[in-house]
């Protein structure tokens, strides 16, 4: 198993531009979810999903969309990039839904570093 | 509103002694926490976990306690080792909530 697999790694944009970061899966785990971590701020969520054609948003979703057409996927856009979204982002995910779970477990990705001038 | 604190950004502890992490949080409604530890440039890893109706919890030399009528939990290693050192992130999760909310992390450095 790869795990959880984020592209790419490093990403420096220009203020208005798009982009999408790309998280994969190969757990079959349900539950999927985006989280910033920015200097003293510790792991904020972004946005969140239950599974295939289910997302919702976490605490900090202003700027970012997210879509789940496969269990396996689930990519996060940047629709206009703007430098208070340079961050370092990871994608998680986990087999359990953390709302269920008598033990829960969540893995994470290595990140992507972004950066918007 | 910070629900889940971490007071302590850094910890500096000699090898073979007791690393202690602190956590605090406010939200009564929390009823599961985990501690997450966190190399640089890498994903934070999952540690160990505590359920509201335990108040200890151990995996090989690592314990977690939880104190709810403080709103403290605490995360021990024993005996510290240097491979140890990195940061450490105390979560928790709202019974029936599908979000955690995470502290600010609070950087270990066991010393050789």
């Known amino acids: 198993n790869a795990g959880v697999t984020q592209t790419p790694k490093f990403q420096v944009l220009k203020t208005g531009q798009s982009m999408t970061l790309q998280c994969a899966q190969d757990?079959?785990?349900?539950?999927m979810s985006w989280y910033r971590q920015d200097p003293g701020m510790g792991l904020r969520l972004i946005h969140y999903?239950?599974?295939?054609?289910?997302?919702d948003q976490g605490e900090v979703p202003n700027g970012y969309n997210v879509s789940r057409s496969t269990t396996e996927d689930f990519p996060l856009r940047l629709l206009s990039a703007a430098p208070s979204q340079t961050s370092v982002y990871f994608c998680a995910s986990s087999y359990e839904r953390p709302g269920l779970a008598e033990f829960y477990e969540q893995y994470f990705g290595p990140g992507t570093r972004l950066t918007v001038t | 509103d910070q629900q889940v604190k971490q007071n302590s950004p850094s910890l500096s502890v000699q090898e073979g002694r007791i690393s202690i992490l602190n956590c605090d949080y406010t939200n009564s409604m929390f009823d599961y926490f985990l501690w997450y530890k966190k190399y640089p440039a890498e994903g934070p890893t999952f540690l160990i976990s505590i359920s509201s109706i335990k108040d200890k919890n151990e995996d090989g030399r690592f314990t977690v306690f939880l104190n709810k009528s403080a709103k403290h939990l605490s995360l021990h290693i024993v005996p510290s080792q240097p491979g140890d050192s990195a940061v450490y992130f105390c979560a928790a999760r709202q019974g029936g909530s599908e979000k955690l909310v995470f502290g600010k992390g609070t950087k270990l450095t066991v010393n050789p």
């Open positions: 757990m079959n785990h349900e539950y």
């Open positions: 999903s239950v599974g295939a054609g289910i997302t």
